[in-house]
Nanobody
Framework: QVQLVESGGGSVQAGGSLKLSCAAS????????MGWFRQAPGRQRGPVAR???????TYIDTLKGRFTISKDNAKNILSLQMNSLKPEDTAMYYC????????????????WGQGTQVTVSS
């Protein structure tokens, strides 16, 4: 049974850091394109970052330099290190898996976690 379980969310002040983790089961993250998405209240869910099978990473422009996506293939875990957090980073964060039938992009994700809440106060 495929499962993605996020953890590590919480409440922090602006300028703080959090590290999100996503534990995968039922498949191996090394063979998938893995991504992080977020959804703020009243807004559509959108991409944050993704990492492909050979660890090439892509970030949305506004997050470059603050967030780092990584995979631990041995532990089958996806992570997102978030530094210098801002109130506008407040959102529910989701991890997702894309089998790369059409490449590693911001679409075509077939497995999703339930999300972990990140709240950044000013």
């Amino acid at each position: 049974q495929v499962q993605l379980v996020e953890s590590g969310g919480g409440s922090v002040q602006a300028g703080g850091s959090l590290k999100l983790s996503c534990a995968a089961s039922g498949f191996t993250v090394s063979t998938y394109c893995m991504g992080w998405f977020r959804q703020a209240p009243g807004r559509q869910r959108g991409p944050v970052a993704r990492i492909d099978r050979v660890n090439v990473t892509t970030y949305i422009d506004t997050l470059k330099g603050r967030f780092t996506i990584s995979k631990d293939n041995a532990k089958n875990i996806l992570s997102l290190q978030m530094n210098s957090l801002k109130p506008e980073d407040t959102a529910m964060y989701y991890c997702a898996a894309n089998p790369m039938w059409l490449g590693c992009d911001n679409e075509h994700y077939v497995y999703w976690g339930q999300g972990t809440q990140v709240t950044v106060s000013s």
